[in-house]
Nanobody, 115 residues
Framework: QVQLVESGGGLVQPGGFLRLSCAGSGTFSNIYVMAWYRQAAGKVRELVASITSLGTTNYLGSVKGRFTISRDAAEKTVYLQMNNLKPEDTAVYYC?????????WGQGTQVTVSS
């Protein structure tokens, strides 16, 4: 059974930073895309950043230059370094993996940016 477990969320002041991690366990291979989504209260879930098996990255416009996605494919782990955080980054962040023609989601981790 595949599981994705996120960690690294929390409360941070504006301008601060956090690093999210998502570790995958279970039997899956052929990872095509690893990504982070977020969902703020009352809003739809949106793609924050993604990275393909070739290392191609894509970012939501509002986080470009502040967030960096990276991965360790061998360890089935994806990271999201978030710098210069803003109150509008407050949301539940979800890890996503597309592997073996299946989609997998983590349980989510809360990120709150507030003074």
């Amino acid at each position: 059974q595949v599981q994705l477990v996120e960690s690294g969320g929390g409360l941070v002041q504006p301008g601060g930073f956090l690093r999210l991690s998502c570790a995958g366990s279970g039997t899956f291979s052929n990872i095509y895309v690893m990504a982070w989504y977020r969902q703020a209260a009352g809003k739809v879930r949106e793609l924050v950043a993604s990275i393909t098996s070739l290392g191609t990255t894509n970012y939501l416009g509002s986080v470009k230059g502040r967030f960096t996605i990276s991965r360790d494919a061998a360890e089935k782990t994806v990271y999201l370094q978030m710098n210069n955080l803003k109150p509008e980054d407050t949301a539940v962040y979800y890890c996503f993996v597309h592997a073996d023609l299946q989609d997998y989601w983590g349980q989510g981790t809360q990120v709150t940016v507030s003074s």
